[in-house]
């Protein structure tokens, strides 16, 4: 029942695409001049609004590119959006030009033909791009084969305010510990909120002893094998959780809130440089620093994606180059800005490139690239869809 | 007054705007909660949804919950608005009442809802007031109040907003009962004022209130922006769901919010036939204890019970909006600081082409849907048809909006014409007309119609009287129409974001997806630029009037 759209869509005949690839730039370019963009992004968080808003002025004023950010509540219903129009026959000049995705929802758009593309790879600021140290070729262990580009590196950290715990925090063990000693001082978003899924997922990838068998689908055998120690956590958590488990923030922001109202301790965050900026945005008391789990966290790529029917096609891949450049990249991170990592290699910039990112202060409550470590891989989008799934049955309904 | 041909024909384009979508989405519906569902490659009929609906694990408390928070908030909102007017009416408190209708009426249902929140969660203005001197408490208490399983939250918000409702739909069917005369006979055989007007008046008053009543039954039972920021989340009410599988990427999940809506209907047809029932009951028993000869002199001791939810509705409501616009100029704001670190513009200034933006969007569309209703309405009106078009202007109130919109939506996608400003203005225009409808129809026909007479003797056409007589004369409650209308129109949340198709942004659809981001200062600054545009044209309604008649008082009627 719940795949049959996607494979009703599997089965519809391959759509060919009217727009040219971009193996010629100068062409995209002069194409692109006067096209107006519609980026679908989630919309909750002021930073990111306020990021597009500058790419938007910056693409105008280079390119001639007109940029409106719709505020998604969720990237689902842009999705969804693509989707209606697909089965709806409307194969061109569709509501959307470009989206802000990964994991699951890339997944599902790859695999019904949804997507504009190969693309990314062709973009002229791919070459800046560290395509060896960074997970930018594949998106939760599915191959991205340039049909959607990166433009930030996500790592989760755990944030928590100096004022109230004593130091970080290393293990999921730690935490149930810690939670049990503070009963009611942590949360994590409810899911199937994305963040929220990141949590079941950290603390799965933390709790399991072999790991491996994650970057494979889940099958009925190994899911009931490798979520056992999972499930056990949090029967023993939920009763510590903030409002005993019975209610949950419904975002990562609204989690956020929770510290500055001095409601909870600790909080996921999947943005290293998150607090810094919150910190800076009165979002957040300026005693909120950050940590990791001593045996690493999940890190993964945003990336942007062009829907098959886009109008704009040449205006996007031209956003999505301009979302490369060193100059995006670097306001990008500035947490007084956004804080997101780059995916850019630095050593593959000019002088003056690479001496724009070293002049960043990373910010007081941003950990340095050595101290986040290397990140780990999320795991196939089969574990996460069924994880929120159980979660649901298991705790989302109380009564 | 004759029907004009031309004239009636308006009355056939009101009927066509309220029943012909409710119907067209209740098909758009049906089909799909039956399994018909081509756009998924789905072919019925099959009982699949509905079976899917009910293995749905959160199933029979999301239903209870939409059943006990719509009941509760009707209850107490009647009650309420009852007690108020029975106690001050005659009073200098009843004006005050009068008076601060408006206001209260015009602010957007998340707006009311988010300032009440603000108010009364742990870490909240008032427990920041009292804390930590009179409470002990230098962190929030771990106590569920936003968003508790029961839905008191929700229901609270509900009542704030259904209040003032129901007062002014009191208010308007006074008049015709003459209380005045009903109390001094009761007052002169030794009834005190609260039984005299439990006796005499109210049955008369519901018989006209009825309708209204059943609206804000059906609305509690099923509303959305509110439940998704009061209401509880382990599960959420009915509607909540029904939207979120709406919305799922998944475009199977829409037979299951098919079934759901269906479900919805099913439950408000039911409350409403048991709310029914329960009138009959009341009439019997009020009928025994009415002619007893008992005094009920306790009946009198309630007065302060009216007093205080009167005072406390309209201090909610102010220390609402203060709090509110405290948040939208906030620096850091710690608990349990009273106020915050610091004041600045900085959250206005950064938000201020996205408010520019949604502004103009939501002045358009309500400036279109209210000026399309007007036309409808006086037209309509202007043939004077006769009173069944009551049930017909309550029948876009009392179906759900959960229940029709999603099937319009599912039509309007699969015609490829669910997109652009035009359709979200035609659903607005759904919800208007009612209220542009019940606000205009009684001056309209309290209006003198001597005055058209002497117009028709002067060999003047029905048209020329309407223009240069009945529209200036009744310029106080056509504005006072259009300010009502506006005011639905700016809080509309489901029909401008399931029929604009996610394009189309108006202050309260940018208010509700920053309360998923929980930024306070930028739900704030929303908020309030949402109020405002509720409000400003009620200013106008209140202060345009006495302009235009600086020069032709005598046009000012009655």
Same mark, same amino acid.
């Given at each position: 029942?719940?795949?049959?759209?996607?494979?009703?869509?599997?089965?519809?005949?391959?759509?060919?695409?009217?727009?040219?690839?971009?193996?010629?730039?100068?062409?995209?370019?002069?194409?692109?001049?006067?096209?107006?963009?519609?980026?679908?992004?989630?919309?909750? %968080?002021?930073?990111?609004?306020?990021?597009?808003?500058?790419?938007?002025?910056?693409?105008?004023?280079?390119?001639?590119?007109?940029?409106?950010?719709?505020?998604? =509540?969720?990237?689902?219903?842009?999705?969804?959006?693509?989707?209606?129009?697909?089965?709806?026959?409307?194969? =061109?000049?569709?509501?959307?030009?470009?989206?802000?995705?990964?994991?699951?929802?890339?997944?599902?758009?790859?695999?019904?033909?949804?997507?504009?593309?190969?693309?990314?790879?062709?973009?002229?600021?791919?070459?800046?791009?560290?395509?060896?140290?960074?997970?930018?070729?594949?998106?939760?262990?599915?191959?991205?084969?340039?049909?959607?580009?990166?433009?930030?590196?996500?790592?989760?950290?755990?944030?928590?305010?100096?004022?109230?715990?004593?130091?970080?925090?290393? =293990?999921?063990?730690?935490?149930?510990?810690?939670?049990?000693?503070?009963?009611?001082?942590?949360?994590?978003?409810?899911?199937?909120?994305?963040?929220?899924?990141? *949590?079941?997922?950290?603390?799965?990838?933390?709790?399991?002893?072999?790991?491996?068998?994650?970057?494979?689908?889940?099958?009925?055998?190994?899911?009931?094998?490798?979520?056992?120690?999972?499930?056990?956590?949090?029967?023993?958590?939920?009763?510590?959780?903030?409002?005993?488990?019975?209610?949950?923030?419904?975002?990562?922001?609204?989690?956020?809130?929770?510290?500055?109202?001095?409601?909870?301790?600790?909080?996921? %965050?999947?943005?290293?440089?998150?607090?810094?900026?919150?910190?800076?945005?009165?979002?957040?008391?300026?005693?909120?620093?950050? *940590?990791?789990?001593?045996?690493?966290?999940?890190?993964?790529? %945003?990336?942007?994606?062009?829907? *098959?029917?886009?109008?704009?096609?040449?205006?996007?891949?031209?956003?999505?180059?301009?979302?490369?450049?060193?100059?995006?990249?670097?306001?990008?991170?500035?947490?007084?800005?956004?804080?997101?990592?780059?995916?850019?290699?630095?050593?593959?910039?000019?002088?003056?490139?690479?001496?724009?990112?070293?002049?960043?202060?990373?910010?007081?409550?941003?950990?340095?690239?050595?101290?986040?470590?290397?990140?780990?891989?999320?795991?196939?989008?089969?574990?996460?869809?069924?994880?929120?799934?159980?979660?649901?049955?298991?705790?989302?309904?109380?009564? | 007054?004759?029907?004009?041909?031309?004239?009636?024909?308006?009355?056939?384009?009101?009927?066509?705007?309220?029943?012909? $979508?409710?119907?067209?989405?209740?098909?758009?519906?049906?089909?799909?909660?039956?399994?018909? #569902?081509?756009?998924?490659?789905?072919?019925?009929?099959?009982?699949?949804?509905?079976?899917?609906?009910?293995?749905?694990?959160?199933?029979?408390?999301?239903?209870?919950?939409? +059943?006990?928070?719509?009941?509760?908030?009707?209850?107490?909102?009647?009650?309420?608005?009852?007690?108020?007017?029975?106690?001050?009416?005659?009073?200098?408190?009843?004006?005050?009442?009068?008076?601060?209708?408006?206001?209260?009426?015009?602010?957007?249902?998340?707006?009311?809802?988010?300032?009440?929140?603000?108010?009364?969660a742990p870490s909240g203005f008032v427990a920041r007031a009292l804390s930590p001197w009179a409470t002990g408490w230098d962190r929030p208490?771990?106590?569920?109040?936003?968003?508790?399983?029961?839905? #008191?939250?929700?229901?609270?918000?509900?009542?704030?907003?259904?209040?003032?409702?129901?007062?002014?739909?009191?208010?308007?069917?006074?008049?015709?009962?003459?209380?005045?005369?009903?109390?001094?006979?009761?007052?002169? @055989?030794?009834?005190?004022?609260?039984?005299?007007?439990?006796?005499?008046?109210?049955?008369?008053?519901?018989?006209?209130?009825?309708?209204?009543?059943?609206?804000?039954?059906? #609305?509690?039972?099923?509303?959305?922006?509110?439940?998704?920021?009061?209401?509880?989340?382990?599960?959420?009410?009915?509607?909540?769901?029904?939207?979120?599988?709406?919305?799922?990427?998944?475009?199977?999940?829409?037979?299951?919010?098919?079934?759901?809506?269906?479900?919805?209907?099913?439950?408000?047809?039911?409350?409403?036939?048991?709310?029914?029932l329960a009138e009959r009951l009341c009439a019997v028993i009020g009928r025994q204890v009415g002619p007893s000869g008992r005094r009920h002199?306790?009946?009198?001791?309630?007065?302060?019970?009216?007093?205080?939810?009167?005072?406390?509705?309209?201090?909610?409501?102010?220390?609402?909006?203060?709090?509110?616009?405290?948040?939208?100029?906030?620096?850091?704001?710690?608990?349990?600081?009273?106020?915050?670190?610091?004041?600045?513009?900085?959250?206005?200034?950064?938000?201020?082409?996205?408010?520019?933006?949604?502004?103009?969007?939501?002045?358009?569309?309500?400036?279109?849907?209210?000026?399309?209703?007007?036309?409808? +309405?006086?037209?309509?009106?202007?043939?004077?048809?006769?009173?069944?078009?009551?049930?017909?202007?309550?029948?876009?109130?009392?179906?759900?909006?959960?229940?029709?919109?999603?099937?319009?939506?599912?039509?309007?996608?699969?015609?490829?014409?669910?997109?652009?400003?035009?359709?979200?203005?035609?659903?607005? @225009?759904? #919800? +208007?007309? $009612?209220?542009?409808?019940?606000?205009?129809?009684?001056?309209?026909?309290?209006?003198?119609?001597?005055?058209?007479?002497?117009?028709?003797?002067?060999?003047?056409? $029905?048209?020329?009287?309407?223009?240069?007589?009945?529209?200036?004369?009744?310029?106080?409650?056509?504005?006072?129409?259009?300010?009502?209308?506006?005011?639905?129109?700016?809080?509309?949340?489901?029909?401008?974001?399931?029929?604009?198709?996610?394009?189309?942004?108006?202050?309260?659809?940018?208010?509700?997806? @920053?309360?998923?981001?929980?930024?306070?200062?930028?739900?704030?600054?929303?908020?309030?630029?949402?109020? @405002?545009?509720?409000?400003?044209?009620?200013?106008?309604?209140?202060?345009?009037?006495?302009?235009?008649?600086?020069?032709?008082?005598?046009?000012?009627?009655?």
């Open positions: 029942m719940r795949f049959l759209s996607l494979a009703a869509a599997l089965l519809a005949p391959a759509f060919a695409s009217a727009q040219a690839l971009p193996t010629d730039w100068n062409a995209v370019v002069d194409e692109a001049r006067g096209q107006t963009v519609y980026w679908n992004a989630w919309g909750g %968080s002021t930073a990111t609004n306020d990021f597009i808003a500058w790419v938007g002025e910056r693409v105008q004023d280079d390119y001639g590119v007109t940029l409106e950010h719709v505020k998604l =509540s969720d990237t689902a219903d842009a999705v969804t959006r693509v989707l209606s129009e697909q089965q709806a026959g409307l194969t =061109s000049g569709g509501a959307i030009d470009l989206i802000w995705i990964n994991g699951a929802n890339f997944a599902s758009m790859k695999d019904a033909g949804l997507l504009f593309g190969p693309f990314a790879e062709s973009l002229p600021n791919r070459e800046l791009v560290d395509v060896e140290g960074k997970t930018v070729t594949t998106d939760f262990t599915v191959p991205v084969d340039g049909m959607e580009s990166p433009w930030a590196m996500a790592q989760v950290v755990f944030m928590y305010d100096t004022a109230d715990v004593d130091g970080p925090v290393g =293990s999921m063990a730690a935490l149930l510990e810690w939670a049990m000693s503070h009963p009611g001082r942590f949360t994590y978003p409810q899911p199937p909120d994305f963040l929220g899924t990141t *949590f079941l997922k950290q603390a799965l990838v933390d709790l399991a002893d072999a790991t491996e068998v994650l970057a494979q689908p889940a099958t009925d055998e190994t899911y009931a094998d490798v979520t056992a120690p999972l499930w056990a956590f949090l029967d023993q958590l939920t009763p510590h959780l903030w409002r005993d488990g019975r209610a949950y923030p419904a975002t990562g922001p609204a989690q956020m809130q929770l510290i500055a109202d001095g409601e909870v301790d600790i909080a996921i %965050s999947f943005s290293p440089g998150e607090a810094t900026t919150a910190i800076a945005n009165n979002q957040l008391p300026d005693t909120v620093r950050t *940590f990791v789990l001593d045996r690493g966290t999940i890190g993964n790529a %945003s990336f942007v994606a062009i829907p *098959f029917n886009s109008g704009a096609t040449s205006g996007a891949m031209v956003v999505a180059n301009f979302l490369l450049s060193p100059e995006a990249q670097a306001r990008a991170q500035d947490p007084a800005v956004l804080g997101y990592g780059t995916v850019l290699n630095m050593d593959a910039l000019s002088d003056t490139d690479r001496a724009m990112f070293e002049a960043l202060d990373l910010g007081i409550a941003t950990l340095s690239p050595a101290e986040l470590g290397q990140a780990i891989a999320e795991p196939h989008p089969s574990w996460m869809t069924r994880i929120a799934e159980d979660w649901q049955t298991r705790y989302g309904v109380l009564q | 007054m004759r029907a004009e041909p031309v004239l009636g024909f308006f009355s056939v384009g009101m009927i066509a705007v309220l029943a012909g $979508p409710v119907l067209a989405g209740l098909i758009g519906v049906l089909l799909p909660a039956f399994g018909h #569902f081509p756009q998924a490659g789905l072919t019925g009929p099959t009982f699949q949804p509905f079976r899917d609906l009910f293995d749905w694990p959160g199933i029979g408390p999301s239903i209870r919950l939409s +059943v006990t928070t719509g009941l509760i908030a009707t209850l107490a909102s009647l009650i309420l608005s009852l007690v108020i007017v029975a106690t001050t009416q005659g009073t200098r408190g009843f004006a005050a009442v009068q008076a601060m209708l408006a206001p209260l009426l015009s602010v957007p249902h998340a707006a009311a809802a988010f300032s009440l929140a603000f108010l009364i208490p771990d106590v569920l109040i936003v968003g508790d399983p029961q839905g #008191f939250a929700l229901v609270a918000g509900l009542v704030i907003k259904e209040v003032p409702f129901l007062l002014l739909m009191i208010l308007a069917a006074l008049p015709q009962v003459r209380p005045s005369q009903t109390l001094l006979s009761a007052a002169a @055989l030794g009834y005190g004022r609260v039984s005299a007007w439990f006796f005499c008046v109210f049955p008369n008053i519901y018989r006209q209130i009825r309708l209204p009543i059943y609206a804000v039954l059906a #609305f509690s039972m099923s509303v959305v922006d509110v439940a998704l920021i009061l209401g509880p989340t382990t599960p959420s009410s009915l509607s909540v769901n029904i939207v979120r599988w709406m919305s799922d990427p998944d475009i199977s999940l829409r037979t299951r919010a098919a079934a759901g809506a269906v479900v919805q209907l099913g439950l408000v047809l039911s409350v409403v036939a048991a709310w029914w002199g306790w009946a009198e001791r309630i007065w302060p019970i009216g007093a205080f939810a009167g005072m406390a509705l309209v201090v909610t409501g102010v220390t609402g909006a203060g709090v509110l616009g405290l948040w939208s100029v906030a620096g850091f704001w710690g608990f349990p600081d009273v106020l915050p670190d610091g004041v600045s513009l900085r959250g206005w200034r950064r938000h201020a082409s996205d408010l520019g933006k949604a502004l103009s969007d939501t002045v358009v569309i309500a400036f279109l849907a209210t000026a399309a209703a007007l036309v409808l +309405v006086v037209s309509a009106l202007q043939s004077d048809r006769p009173k069944s078009a009551r049930w017909l202007v309550y029948l876009p109130l009392i179906i759900p909006q959960t229940v029709f919109l999603p099937g319009l939506q599912t039509l309007l996608i699969g015609a490829n014409a669910d997109r652009g400003i035009g359709p979200v203005i035609a659903a607005h @225009l759904i #919800f +208007v007309l $009612p209220y542009v409808y019940l606000t205009l129809v009684d001056p309209w026909r309290a209006w003198d119609s001597r005055y058209a007479s002497v117009g028709a003797a002067l060999g003047r056409s $029905p048209m020329a009287v309407l223009f240069t007589l009945r529209l200036p004369m009744l310029l106080r409650p056509v504005l006072t129409a259009v300010a009502v209308g506006t005011a639905v129109s700016v809080g509309q949340y489901l029909p401008t974001l399931l029929i604009g198709g996610g394009r189309v942004s108006t202050l309260t659809t940018e208010a509700l997806a @920053l309360a998923s981001g929980g930024d306070r200062q930028a739900i704030a600054v929303f908020a309030i630029m949402q109020t @405002l545009a509720a409000l400003a044209p009620f200013a106008i309604a209140l202060g345009l009037p006495a302009l235009v008649w600086r020069n032709r008082r005598g046009l000012s009627n009655g």
